[in-house]
T-cell receptor, first 116, second 108 residues
């Protein structure tokens, strides 16, 4: 069974630009969540989607948004990029079930975003 | 105060040593406890998953949860150079909360 696939692996952008990251979950998984990982803050939760609906959201500004498609694939968008947005962005999938009950998360390899 | 605290290390041990990694937490609502291993330039990989207090063993790995002390541990026996990675603890209560990770190097 294929794992979680994230594209692209690397991105270089300049301040003020916007970026879209893509995530394909494990086949059959309906929940997709996104995380930002930086050396200082570690892994921080951005948001979680299930059946095309955002179910949970972390404490990030509105510049960070996402969506999920009917095939469970998800995209994350960051608008008006800032230097501090440079990070590894990780997507994780899980079965989802009835509510997000702490099921096992399976991560992709991430997209390394550098903002210059 | 962060929800989950983890000593970042780095930790360096000789091959064959027993490694102890720890996290503390403040939220008594946490019910699920996990350990992830992350190699450089890769995503975290689930190592251990526990629900309740007590011990869970899987090969060379033992996860320990003490809810009364709000303390979890991961023990690695007979450590190998391939265990060199960053280890992240994680907990769940409405969302996942992660420690910042402990960097481990096992020296041959």
């Amino acid at each position: 069974k294929a794992g979680v696939t994230q594209t692209p692996r690397y991105l270089i952008k300049t301040r003020g630009q916007q970026v879209t990251l893509s995530c394909s979950p494990i086949s059959g998984h309906r929940s997709v969540s996104w995380y930002q990982q930086t050396p200082g803050q570690g892994l921080q939760f951005l948001f979680e989607y299930f059946s095309e609906t955002q179910r949970n959201k972390g404490n990030f500004p509105g510049r960070f948004s996402g969506r999920q498609f009917s095939n469970s694939r998800s995209e994350m968008n960051v608008s008006t990029l800032e230097l501090g947005d440079s990070a590894l962005y990780l997507c994780a999938s899980s079965g989802g079930g009835q509510g997000w009950s702490g099921e096992k998360l399976f991560f992709g390899s991430g997209t390394q975003l550098s903002v210059l | 105060q962060k929800e989950v605290e983890q000593d970042p290390g780095p930790l360096s041990v000789p091959e064959g040593a027993i490694v102890s990694l720890n996290c503390t937490y403040s939220n008594s609502a946490f019910q699920y406890f996990m350990w992830y291993r992350q190699y450089s330039r890769k995503g975290p990989e689930l190592l251990m998953y526990t629900y309740s207090s007590g011990n869970k063993e899987d090969g060379r790995f033992t996860a320990q949860v003490d809810k009364s002390s709000k303390y979890i541990s991961l023990f690695i026996r007979d450590s190998q150079p391939s265990d060199s990675a960053t280890y992240l603890c994680a907990m769940f209560a409405n969302q996942f909360y992660f420690g910042t990770g402990t960097s481990l190097t096992v020296i041959p």
